[in-house]
């Protein structure tokens, strides 16, 4: 069951029915029909709840063959469990467990697999045992349901670390069993279809996560009728109004792509029948996902009708030969555009994606692709690492091939273990299963494939850690480049090394190096080689965040006061808790949070006030009100001020004190006034708590007017962990537009802070406080 809580204050981006018409939920995804005309990758589900029946009719009418009595006993047990309680869409909750484990039967996957997920959820939500699931299915179901089961919450944890370790314990599983990984993907993806039921912020948080973990993963599997969807739906949930206009254009378009693809494959058709071909290749139209568009109109800045892609013919043929036969015929019978061919199958993605991909242009002037498999590769490419339930017998012990595309998960658990920080796992995914990789070669021309971004650092540790821990320059072509140089796809990469006493990687690698991988080989390189130094270093920054904060623990207390941090990253003294600061495994900027208010506990005493300090009615921050005693205290929505802006205070008719900035334009109006002005009086901001005491107040954001601002937008709050309460947005008359934010803040530093930060996002004007 979802309950996810990545992050406390994800910005929730508001429903866009108050200023543009709903757009319609992304039609869900089914196993793709043989037909011709199956233009569109997306059947609309049905309206009746999926059942049992259903469920085993499928099966039924499927050529694999299953153990139906052990999938009855699955779901008997689960609907037992499951009896009394219902999904926030008030439907039971039982038709959760029967969409995921229809989801997996559509990818082909096997009995113990359908049983495991009809079954995901008892452990987690009901009185049922791993024990239970164990006598009754067997050692294999109690294992898959134990991997996706949830662990208890910790609390010493934060929400991000209870989510991080989450994911870090279905890696561990995935590591041993891959059905892991399928099923909660599965899990997932039925809850993106269903959460319209949700409130916004946690459609919001949980579309989040989906779109930086869950996606990435499915991609890096190869699972792209999984991948497409998840992120489809989570576009249209953190975007809603990009969502809409690419919908619409789309719409706009549609009749005459489909005419165009009509045109084009039909040419193709005759031409491939005159070459006599047997059988005959399979022709389709392709439609490209709207967050693919989204991408490329926001990443290259492109308008639709640019981009190139949106047009596409997939030419499935039965062997590899014939592959580049009907590339030759294609670029015979068409225009190819130079630098737009790419030969995937002689190299493959890291998730085993093979095809050839061509854009050319036909009599028309307009652009498309063409894409060229075999069916092998083709379910290869919808079903990725599950096509081998779903077209085979599953995966052997001896499966290098496979064991190589989920090597990654192995390596980003190690890495986590150096780090001794749990949120690494979230940060390796996002950054080692990045959509987009690079090609580079060693001078023997072996292939590295690495994230976009990578640089030669990291391809020296890809070819070996030695490589990489010797290093002393890199050339990339036979140029000498430098260590932050990023490499390109197609060059080759030669790594400079020496054999000197005592060398090793520098610890500003750490904030160069990009993949997971990398930075894990140079913490374990210090860890092991440089133990002292590591202890000086971390101590020497322990202090310097204490002096920065104006922290004062005495020496022998410090073991004590620094404890609950010790157990967490698994030190058992001090000089191993210095030293993992200071081989990169905590990082401080972490660390130091909790312990501010450690030590506001253990050695701040509260200072008695020596007027009256009030709460203000429905405000959590303190004012000090000069010369009046119990009174009520509020603040002004005219100006919303904030801790650190200067303030006056009001006296009401019956409503106690109102406080207001004292550069309000309603002070400034009154204060000379002979009746209003004796009401004016003193007030002054007493201690509040910056931790747990929030206040609102609202930006207003000028920019240029483009697709993907308002994603933007939400996203860099996103990263501060600021929650937007309400946004509104306009076009100007100057082709700009105006976004009004609501948001919540601690304070004016904070608030200064946010400001800088929004000023950075590509195309913003400016950013300022509003008066509201």
Known sequence: MENTEMQNTLPAVENAAQEVKEPELPAVRHEERDDDDKENDYIVEPDELLTIDALIQTILEGEKQYDLDKILQAYELAEQCHHDQKRES????????LSVAYILLEL???????????????????????????????????????????????ESFTKEEQTAENIRKILLAMSEDIRVIIIKLSDRLHNMRTLKYCRTDKQVRI???????YAPIARRLGISSIKDEMEDLSFYYLDPFAYQDIEQQMKLRRGDRENLIDQIKTKIRSRLEREH???????????KSNYGIYKKV????????????RYAVRIIVNTIPECYNVLGIIHDMFRPIPNRFKDYISTPKPNKYQSLHTTVIGRE????????????????????????????????NGSSKEDNRISWAKHIIEAQKESNDVEEIVRAIKNDLAPEDVFAFTPRGDMITLPMGSTVIDFAYAIHTQVGHKMCGAKADGKMVSYDYQIKTGEIINILTTNVAGHGPSRSWLNIAKTNEAKSKIRSWFKRERREENIYEGRTALEREFRKHNLHVPENELEDFLRTDMKKHSCDTL????????????????????????????????????????KPKGQSSTVIVDGIEDCMVKFAQCCNPLPGDEIIGFVTRGHGVSVHKSDCVNYIGQKNDPEQAPRWITVH???????????????????????????????????????????????????????????????TEQLNSVIARLRKINNVISVERSGR
């Open 90 to 97: 008030g439907e039971p909750y039982i038709t959760h467990p």
């Open 108 to 154: 082909g996957m096997d009995t113990d697999t359908i049983c495991a997920a009809l079954l995901h959820d008892v452990v987690e939500d009901t009185d049922c045992t791993l024990d239970i699931l164990r006598k009754k299915f067997g050692n294999d179901v109690a294992m898959l349901v134990d991997g996706v089961t949830k662990l208890n919450k910790v």
């Open 207 to 213: 579309a989040s996560e989906t779109m930086n973990i």
């Open 277 to 287: 071909f047997n059988p005959m290749p399979q022709i389709d139209g392709r439609k």
């Open 298 to 309: 926001y990443r290259d800045g492109k308008d639709i009708d640019q981009i190139y892609d």
């Open 365 to 396: 002037g307009i652009p498309f692709e063409v894409q060229i498999r075999t069916w092998e590769m083709h379910r290869t490419a919808e079903y990725g690492i599950a096509a081998h339930w779903k077209y085979k017998e599953g995966l052997t």
């Open 575 to 614: 000089d191993d808790f210095f030293a993992a600061i200071g081989y990169g495994g905590v990082q401080l900027s972490k660390v130091m949070q909790r312990l501010r208010v450690e030590y506001q506990k253990r050695y701040e005493t509260p200072e008695q006030p020596t007027q009256e300090e009030i």
């Open 685 to 747: 901001w007493g201690k509040t708590n910056a931790k747990s005491e929030y206040f609102k107040t609202t930006l207003d954001i000028i920019a240029v007017d483009r697709i993907g601002l308002l994603a933007d937008v939400s996203s860099a709050l996103a990263m501060i962990n600021i929650y937007i309460y309400e946004s509104t947005s306009r076009e100007l008359k100057n082709g700009n537009a105006i976004l009004s934010i609501t948001i919540s803040v601690a304070g």
